[in-house]
């Protein structure tokens, strides 16, 4: 059963990678409305518990969302990113911004990489618009910058598709791909398989794959452990689980997993105790519960779930059986 | 990797087993004090719902408790439990208790079958305790009860010793030995090692296999899903998870996981909004939190962990250096 496994429970990959994102996966669920204390907190806890990349937020196109409606963080401007963090900056960690393919315009938007504190441009899409983020993956490393593709909702492509996307990434400038159960629905036995598929497509191609895990089930942690020791490079987590919905794999978590003695837990733990505390003291909400359970469950977008967050909703059967009438 | 793998994520193994251990894992949170009303709806939920095995309790020995202090469910006296279930007793599903080594006088306390309500008693002893533990599943099966043997915080355990325990308990009259993660540190990759050595045992004695998990590392539904894949027949769940600090794997979880359609997830659903959230409302707390994560990380025993909860404590950071003083 073990033979594709990569370690043990002793030993470490040093090219095993973990990215922080908390502000861009948590910015979907307070609008990005972070205080700079609070990134800039996020930042030394990052690099003083050995995270080897902080995604900060989106490069969302300012001609398509209203800037006043949102934290900075969600169109990253060079300036206002410098402003907070440009006295704090180490070689150590990288910079990540991800870049939807249809709201985000990196040729206008993103400066050239030796103009940048950036280091890593994330571009993410849907498996029918892999040529459009192609084009946004040569853009963004002609540019300088690594680059990963985040292929969302993967629990929803056919096998054909994702053949055929990872095909086509394979022969894209693009450096990491990722696996992306963007539903939470995907339990340990699927994850392998997938896992299994994207391997071999990064082995022929060369390229690190990665993996970003929703925690409808609260299989987030798991399938995330399961993905590195199957070979996995890059590890996405969030303090606190924080992200959309249900939330991610927890980096306290994922980092009581890890053996290489570059990551520490305390740092976070301190983290959690004074800052994510504090936010959860004011009212902001994500993670585990029925209603993301039951849209993990039947392989749905969560959006349902988080309005009947919103609405304090608490009736899960009648919930369920709108549900199925999606189907 | 998946040679082992017993069934697909369409198929289904008849022989899997749902066992609801909500009052007897759960009553460890409340000092048993469920009211009637609410054994009585969980009784018909778990029936709707297809649950095969309900835990009602305890066998808990009165000279060694004070019964004035806990709920009837600790020591479910036969006409205690026919006064609340008698009149909705049913063949579709069998009752089972736990006893303790110990702390529990089966010989004296437990009347033979013909004169009971209960249908199973479930053993619980640590691995250097099983001697005491057969002498009990001798007596509960002379009495004509089907019998469990639950060996608790095998993570604790040398291979060696569970090699002893398991042939030792293979050769007794036990039908179901279950491997149990009671502190809640196995990953994936740890239970699946385990399961194997329980399976094989299993397989030469011809003895079924369980799982009971805690959900110290947000694992224990993966674990259990691991382990249904790889051929268990007996999985333990417990309603939102109820059970000691960080609780057990979910009843709502695992009957979406499970594809016999004897299941339903829906009267589940009904009794978590009504029956559950009422607890919750009351101030009933258990489940995943950081401080469960960390005894779970270091293969701890959670009552430091429960002690913080009820303590209302929030310094994660402290806790883990307290938590590392007793390793």
């Known amino acids: 059963m073990n033979d594709s496994i990569k370690g043990t429970m002793m030993s470490y990959r040093p090219d095993i990678k973990v990215l922080d994102a908390t502000i861009r996966d948590g910015g979907l669920v307070n609008n990005f409305a972070f205080t700079d204390e609070f990134v800039r907190n996020l930042y030394q806890t990052n690099l003083r518990a ?23 963080w969600k169109f990253c401007h060079e300036d206002a990113i ?20 249809g709201r985000a315009n990196v040729a206008r938007d993103l400066p050239d ?25 040569e853009t963004c490393a002609r540019k300088g910058y690594h680059t990963t593709v985040n292929i969302m909702a993967v629990s929803k492509a056919k ?9 086509l990434l394979g022969q894209s400038s693009v450096e990491i791909i ?33 993996i970003h895990a929703h925690n409808n089930q609260q299989l987030a942690f798991a ?17 606190a689980a924080m992200g959309r919905g249900a939330g991610n794999c927890a980096m306290e978590l994922l980092l009581g997993f890890l053996k290489n003695p570059r990551y520490d837990i305390k740092p976070v733990l301190r983290f959690l105790q004074d800052d994510m505390q504090k936010l959860i003291n004011d009212g902001v ?43």
Request: charged letters at 25%; hydrophobic letters at 40%; one cysteine or more.
């Open 113 to 137: 990489k030796q103009d940048s504190i950036l280091d890593m441009v994330r571009i993410a899409t849907y498996i029918n618009t892999i040529p459009a983020a192609i084009e946004m993956i």
């Open 223 to 239: 399938n995330t452990t399961e993905c590195a020791m199957l070979g996995f490079s890059y590890l996405d987590a969030t303090m």
């Open 82 to 101: 410098r402003s907070v963090l440009g006295d704090l900056v180490s070689p150590e960690m990288q910079l990540a911004v991800m870049a939807d393919v």
């Open 159 to 167: 096998e054909s598709e994702l053949e055929e996307a990872l095909a």
């Open 50 to 72: 050995g995270v080897d990349v902080m995604e900060i937020g989106y490069l969302a196109d300012p001609e398509l969302f209203d800037e006043s409606k949102f934290g900075k």
């Open 285 to 327: 909400v994500w993670g585990y519960d029925i209603q993301y359970l039951l849209t993990g469950y039947l392989n749905q977008h969560p959006r349902t779930a988080i309005a009947f967050t919103n609405e304090k909703r608490q009736d899960y059967f009648t919930f369920f059986q709108e549900l199925q009438e999606n189907e």
């Open 178 to 210: 990722y696996l992306v159960d963007s539903y939470g629905s995907l339990y340990p036995l699927q994850i392998r398989d997938l896992a299994k598929r994207y391997l071999e497509a990064g082995e022929k191609y060369g390229k690190k794959i990665g």
